[in-house]
Each structure stands twice: as C-alpha cells, then as structure tokens.
C-alpha cells in the first residue's frame, strides 16, 4: 500500500471540503465585459446540459505525485471518485452531503453541499457566475472560473477548467479543475475519457460505511 499516493488523495477530499462554504457568503462577480459575460453564460450552459457524466481522471499534487481513478457524476447532486486499487479512499456525494471515507486508517468526514460552490457543478440550476469570476487564458477554445470565498481565505478556491467541444453538452467539456487550500496546497484534477447521457443507477452513490463492523 503507497502511503505516498494515499496521501495524495486525501488532498483531493481535503480541497473539496474546504469548498463546502454557504454559497450566501460569497460575494457575487458581474463580468466587465460582453466577451466576458458570454464566456461565463457558456460556462453555466455547460453545467447545466450535464445530466450524468463518467470520466478517467488524474490527480496531481504540487509535488507531482499523482494518483488515477474514475470519477461518476448524475445530477442533481451526485458525484463519485473512485481510486485505484492501492489507495483505500472514497469520495461520495448522495445528493446533500458530501462523504470523504479512509479506510486505512477507519475515518469519515461529511459535510454538506447545498448551496456551496461544489453545489455549482452538482445541482441542475447551478450558476457558477454567482460565486466565481474568470480567469485568463492562453487559448481562445478554453475557460477558466476560479470560485472563491473571498471573506473566508481558509476555504480556498477551486477554478474549473473547459474546454471548446461541439460533440459536449452545452458545447463546452469540463477538462478538469484546480483546488489550493488555505495552506497553498494545490491539487490539480485532470479528467479524460468524458462520456455523458448513459444511466447511472443510484446505487453507485452508496458506500461501505468505515464503521461498519469487519468479519475475522
């Protein structure tokens, strides 16, 4: 077992909590120009075309550890980050509550998403342009929303990355995102492999439970 790589992926559950902030504390960005308006409408339509979406992804600390796994999404609410088989840890979200289990070492953090940042990419009517601003680019084809809380600096920010693709829902793909907690420990989300519109069953939000009593 790669103490390493476990590590690794708990920086992912640790950046996604932090983002679990009321979304009333964030103070609302107004674009500052048309180009900019019309960006982040298509960022927004992106989310929104999303119904359920399956994906590869890679995940990169600043170190430049990685660690592979696939991640589930069906809105509203739902999403599913399975790692690969030498890291015993699970994030899931059943639609309100957002689960980070460890197995080895037996622990569980819950914390909710109804109206937080997070809450932006799993609920249908999710508006990123409330809490987020954009960030620029080196490529016309790709934008970037940076969300952040900027009265509380202890949730960090996560900037979500898209990319121009007409074959995606909303003509825009979600490429992946990057999260830095309040320490500057960045965590960079890189998703591959995209797929949208097959059924996922509510099943695959469920999870074995860390205190759950183990046969000997």
Known sequence: MNKLTNRTARALGAGLLALAAPAALVAPVVPAAAAQSTKMEEAVKALRAISTMRASFTQTDRSGQQVRGTMALKRPGKIRFEYQKDVPVLIVSDGSRL??????????????????????????????????????????????????????????????????????????????????????????????????????????????????????
């Open 99 to 216: 689960t980070m289990l460890d197995y080895e070492v037996n622990q569980k953090q819950v914390w909710p998403i109804k109206n937080s940042p997070l809450g932006a990419l799993l609920q249908p009517d999710g508006d990123i342009s409330k809490y987020g601003t954009l960030m620029p680019t080196n490529h016309p084809g790709v934008t970037s929303v940076r969300i952040r809380d900027p009265k509380h600096p202890e949730y960090g920010t996560m900037t979500m990355i898209f990319e121009r693709k007409a074959s995606a829902p909303g003509g825009m793909q979600l490429a992946g995102w990057v999260s830095v907690d309040s320490q500057n420990k960045m965590t960079r989300i890189d998703l591959t492999n995209q797929r949208y519109g097959m059924d996922i069953g509510n099943g695959t939000f469920m999870f074995k439970d860390v205190r759950a009593r183990t046969k000997r």
